[in-house]
């Protein structure tokens, strides 16, 4: 067991660490976008409650595993749908059109 | 599937998901990050399904498929001016799935673990550290849900979206977080008890959720989305550390890092400290110094002609133009007076709004190109050379007393130096003052010319002008 904790302790750490470098270089205007998409991220949960709801452990693990499974898959599918949306929307200037100068 | 494809995979699905996020830094190549990183969610979703230990789907399908509607649905339906609300949702539902993950993890008895918690009929046994990754995502997650759910209530204006603090809420807060810790405890004194334990655990993380975002206010909104952003992510990672799954630590931390860095980039655009935000908000205590003159109002008539005469518009938003959904008059000003000749660029404050990048995201619903946004720093280094600012809805943000006035709460926050523009125009409402509550000197300045009444309509009436 305290091997363990050391090993994901580690995993952890590395990944915050490279959750700033990543982060640190998203400029302004893309924040929003970021923000949920980061979020639809946090949906990974997503994975765990698979496992309980369908792992065959007591019925009451099962529901909350079901419960977890709707939250998370609103939260997946919702958050990239919505930041695939917004992205869309960002758009660099069109080919120049002012000819009449 | 064996345990180490899996894990093999896993690793795969990180890398995606690390590729994603890199990719998000451009507006360029942003769309093809976000698919990579949903990709990365299927591929570890499907492997997950693929693994030996899933023996009955029935559960699954049928939650899956009734969250993917839901979350499909409301992710069409949504309208950008209520993306910060929407956001707030999708946090809590993230939010309130690690709860329960964390809580199911209770009745995943593993025999590898040793156990130091009885078993009962309650609950089986899981080591002291499951124990504890268990209470902590059940905190996180509740704080999340619950906080996530008020946030949202403030927003869409269903709660008052002003501060609200009950008497004695500091005393308040801090018996519920010595109760959660009391609690949390005796889980491991008392191993009988776990279920209701862990149920009143359940319960204070929600009361403390709701505690922490009540006695917010609106203008801090942004550093709140961006601090339970973070927690989301925080809930799924000490979600994963219960269950013992990587590819929940490293996608979580990785989410919890993204939210800690734009709270403190909000913190810092507010010259505030998060402490500050979360236990105080903009008391004016100290009474700024009364600002006296005369205002200066301006027709729709003359606003155009000073416009059309300029050779350099800078647009300044705020949250006043989200409310009236003027970004599309806006963005057709912007248009007629780049067919003017002159030189447009919208100028962006960080706090800007009720979350981080909201007006970015507005404008570009709008059209604006994102090459004509521009943030703060670069703006103030040319703004004496800008012949007219138009300041729409904005307040805060543009207030010269942040740079002048020591007595000002609003005082040693960066703002856009509006007032050194050779012309500016302030689209309001009436003369009430911002969130903070601080009087406004800029109202007052020589060069500044105030359009009153609703935004949208404003602009459609300087744009009709334009067209004759």
Redesign the interface.
Known sequence: ?TM??VY?GF??ML??????E?????????????????????????????????????D???????????????????????????????????APV?D?? | MSAELIGAVYIFAAILFIFGLKLLSSPATAVRGNLISSFAMLVAVLVTLASNEIIDYRWIAVAAVAGAIVGAVAARRVAMTGMPEMVALFNGSGGIASLLVGWAALYMSDSAHISTVVDTPDAPAVSAFTMITILISILIGGVTFSGSLVAWGKLSEAISSAAVSLPGQRFLSLFNLIALLACSVLVFVQPAWTLPLVIAVIVLSLILGVMAVMPIGGADMPVVISLLNSYSGLAACAAGLAIDNSILIVAGSLVGAAGIILTNIMCKAMNRSLSNVLFSGFTATTQATKVEGEVKPISADDAYLILEAASSVVMVPGYGMAVAQAQHVVRELGELLEANGAEVSYAIHPVAGRMPGHMNVLLAEANVPYDQLVEMEDINRRIENVDVAVVIGANDVVNPAAREDENSPIYGMPIINVDHARTVFVLKRSMASGFSGVDNPLFFGQNTRMLFGDAKQSLSAVIAQFKN
């Open positions: 067991m363990e904790a994901l995993v952890l990944s915050i660490f490279l959750g700033f990543l982060i640190s270089k998203v400029p302004a205007t893309l924040h929003t976008p970021l923000m949920s998409g980061a979020n639809a991220i946090s949906g990974i949960t997503v994975v765990g409650a698979i496992t309980s709801a369908g792992a065959g452990l007591s009451w693990a099962t529901v909350l595993g079901a419960i977890a499974v709707f939250f998370a898959m609103v939260n997946v599918v919702g958050g990239y749908m919505v930041t695939d949306r917004m992205l869309g929307m960002f758009k660099k200037k069109e002012k009449q100068v």
